[in-house]
């Protein structure tokens, strides 16, 4: 069978499911489930074939050189000065990129001439064009609120402002790394798993009790209210949006829309709201030996039900322990019961995992219609757009048959 062949076979399984997916009929609901079933097969097959191909690559792209910058030294430097006028003889002495980020560059910074800042400060600056259209200088007043609880943590944020086009944060650096990749299965700790799950475990507890009235100042939504209008048209807009994007058809899309229609239920009413980190994953994790020492990147941050923030942890805390054991631990550390409903946590698993593929749905877009042509779009169009197939079935698999 030829590509063209296989590409066409697989637009008319997702016409079909997409036509039959909420029929009274129990044959035709049959059908649906089980063409979702090849394509789960297709996708965790073509995975395996995968594996020892992109180990070998990611192994010869271990020494590939750093990004270039977007800022000069100097323009830093002339900025810095403006926004600490009692550091005029402020330099910034070296830059450099941290690999990541397809919204925000992420800048490490070393700096001489000024006791107003650590020696080493992080500059996180918004991208010309970027998959979330949110602004690094949101993220202050956020990480203000947090770093100010205390139990949370994140760096400390210093101040926020504007630079020639786009915004930019600047905040403490943290020690530690990066503990793995928004997909665990492409790097993840060897070892602590248990203690660093743990931790995150009772991070997110603490994030989900940071009164709402302390992000006054933030452009957060602290009134938003999660009712059947606003769930359904949040399923909706990303079902839409997939199938406006060029890109692969994909059958599960449909049928995933669907169950999410007919399960409104299971989150609405949805109990108190919380402040939710947004993108939680080893991915936004900074880690020194069995210390989680940092939640990083708060652009996605958001208000909502932290049942919501469970299912996007699904990933990396299963990476790190037990389901159940995270679960336990998040409860022993005052995170809200609301949180770990298992209705609630598989609907928006599917929700999360509907939302991963309209995100690298978008960055193949951008690549492919030229909006936007670099090494990290292309990859999110291409392999982190396969895994997020893989990823929203499998959790629709669970969503069926739990």
Not at 73 to 98: F, G, K, N, W
Not at 113 to 135: A, K, M, Y
Not at 146 to 170: C, I, K, S
């Amino acid at each position: 069978m030829t590509p063209e062949r296989f590409g066409e076979l697989r637009r008319r399984a997702a016409e079909v499911v997409a036509e039959h997916a909420a029929s009274d009929v129990a044959a035709e609901r049959e059908q649906c489930r089980r063409l979702v079933d090849v394509e789960h097969g297709f996708l965790e097959r073509v995975d395996e074939l995968r594996r020892d191909v992109l180990e070998e690559q990611l192994e010869a792209d271990a020494g590939a050189s750093p990004t270039a910058c977007s800022l000069s030294r100097e323009q830093l430097t002339d900025y810095l000065r403006v926004e600490l006028p009692a550091s005029p003889d402020l330099v910034v002495a070296s830059m450099e990129v941290i690999p990541g980020g397809r919204s925000k560059e992420t800048i490490l910074v070393s700096l001489t001439g000024t006791s107003e800042l650590p020696d080493e400060v992080v500059v996180r600056r918004d991208r010309p064009v970027g998959i979330l259209q949110t602004r690094a200088a949101d993220e202050f007043a956020i990480l203000q609120a947090v770093y100010a609880q205390g139990d949370v943590p994140v760096p400390r944020p210093f101040f926020a402002g504007e630079l020639e086009e786009g915004t930019l944060l600047v905040m403490a650096r943290v020690s530690g790394r990066k503990a793995g990749e928004y997909f665990p299965d492409l790097a993840a700790p060897t070892e602590h798993r248990h203690t660093l799950g743990e931790q995150l475990a009772a991070a997110l507890a603490h994030v989900h009790r940071v009164p709402l009235e302390n992000l006054a100042a933030s452009s957060l939504d602290v009134d938003a209210a999660v009712t059947e209008a606003s769930v359904t048209a949040a399923v909706e807009g990303m079902a839409a949006r997939i199938a406006e994007l060029s890109g692969p058809p994909i059958v599960a899309v449909p049928l995933a829309r669907q169950w999410l229609l007919d399960h409104v239920a299971d989150v609405v009413p949805s109990g108190p709201l919380r402040l939710l980190q947004g993108d939680v994953g080893l991915h936004n994790m900074l880690v020194d030996g069995d210390r989680v020492t940092a939640l990083v990147d708060w652009e996605a941050a958001t208000v909502g039900p932290p049942a919501r923030e469970l299912a996007a942890a699904w990933p990396a805390a299963t990476a790190l322990m037990e389901w159940a054991e995270f679960v336990d631990a998040y409860r022993a550390a005052g995170g809200p019961p609301e949180g770990t409903n298992e209705q609630a946590v598989a609907f928006y698993r599917v929700f999360f995992a509907l939302g991963a593929c309209m995100s690298s749905r978008t960055g193949g877009h951008f690549f492919r219609t030229g909006a936007k042509r670099d090494l990290l779009t292309a990859h999110s169009g291409l392999d982190a757009h396969f895994r997020a197939q893989r990823n929203l079935a499998r959790a629709l698999e669970d969503a069926l048959t739990g």
